[in-house]
């Protein structure tokens, strides 16, 4: 059965679960096209100058000067990035970065559910010397160093947040509101191949499944079953075109116990078969 290329951080004599590096550096003065694969990580990608393209979950970004990228552990991606490119690539494992603190955790989830952020040269300048701050305090490694570290994090992803709006995100008006559906974001996000049922995540939530529907509809104008479907349309593709699993292993895989079903559902949502959608895009 094949599985989507995982890769995983490399730095044996460092924090095993963080690192950072000049883009410049990772190219060698080479392009680089990387096929789809994923990342048990988060990443930023933090470009100065930059040409190429950067397809995430199957939406293409293009590649230019003061553009970023924040991807999850799970998502599937692809990378063309010509030589010239500048920039930081910033790579941490949850057991490194994960605020316990409300205020800290609220700008992570909503930083967390960026993908692409176009910032102006004057913002992003700004954004740049954090990351140069982060970059320095890695190599240095002085005293409390690791420490260091997460407070600028912090920070970087406090002006991603202010900087970056997203249309398709949750709305300013309610804060109790914005906060669930973070949280009911997350739950989707590490839950959709064993958990589809509106009820069990209302539980988690600690809401009622009239509460958790109001939430996204008054947030994303959309029903909360709407949006478990979404998540498994997505794992569903990424599976579909990142591996040559047969449509069986795919819908086992899932959490379909009938495959019968998952191709019925799958072809609603999307208006082809499993192996019609795959066929499209080679």
């Known amino acids: 059965m094949d599985k989507i290329p995982v890769r995983q951080i490399k730095e044996p ?3 095993e679960s963080f690192n950072i590096r000049k883009i410049e550096t990772i190219l060698s003065g080479k392009d680089t096209v990387q096929e789809l694969h994923r990342h048990n990580y988060f990443l930023v990608f933090a470009l100065e100058k930059g040409m190429g393209e950067h397809i995430i979950d199957f939406v293409s970004y293009p590649i230019t000067d003061h553009s970023i990228f924040f991807m999850r552990p799970g998502q599937v991606h692809q990378l063309t990035l010509k030589k010239e ?5 910033l790579q ?10 409300k205020p800290a955790n609220k700008v992570f989830l909503k930083v967390s559910n960026k993908d692409y952020c176009q910032l102006s040269a004057d913002r ?3 954004t740049y010397s954090i990351l140069t701050v982060i970059f320095q305090e890695y190599n240095e490694r002085q005293e409390r160093y690791k420490d260091s570290i997460n407070a600028n994090l912090e920070l970087l992803f406090i002006e991603l947040v ?3 709006p997203n249309p398709n995100s949750i709305s300013n008006n309610n804060n109790y509101s914005q906060e669930k559906l973070e949280e009911f974001l997350g739950l989707l996000h590490n839950n959709i191949t064993t958990i589809k049922n509106v009820a069990q995540y209302a539980d988690m939530l600690h809401l009622t499944q009239y509460q958790l529907n109001a939430i996204t509809k008054e947030t994303l104008n959309k029903t909360c079953s709407e949006l478990i479907n979404e998540h498994i349309l997505l794992e569903a593709k990424r599976q579909i075109l990142a591996t040559s699993n047969q449509v069986n292993q795919i819908a086992y895989d899932l959490g379909y116990d009938d495959p ?3 191709i019925r559902f799958f072809k609603k949502h999307t208006g082809s078969s499993p192996e019609a959608f795959r066929q499209n895009f080679k």
């Open 13 to 15: 004599d460092f924090f």
């Open 92 to 101: 941490f494992g949850a057991d490194f970065y994960s605020p316990r603190e």
């Open 85 to 89: 490119s500048t920039g930081f690539l």
């Open 124 to 126: 992003f300048k700004k």
């Open 162 to 164: 202010r900087q970056s």
């Open 260 to 262: 019968s079903y998952f």
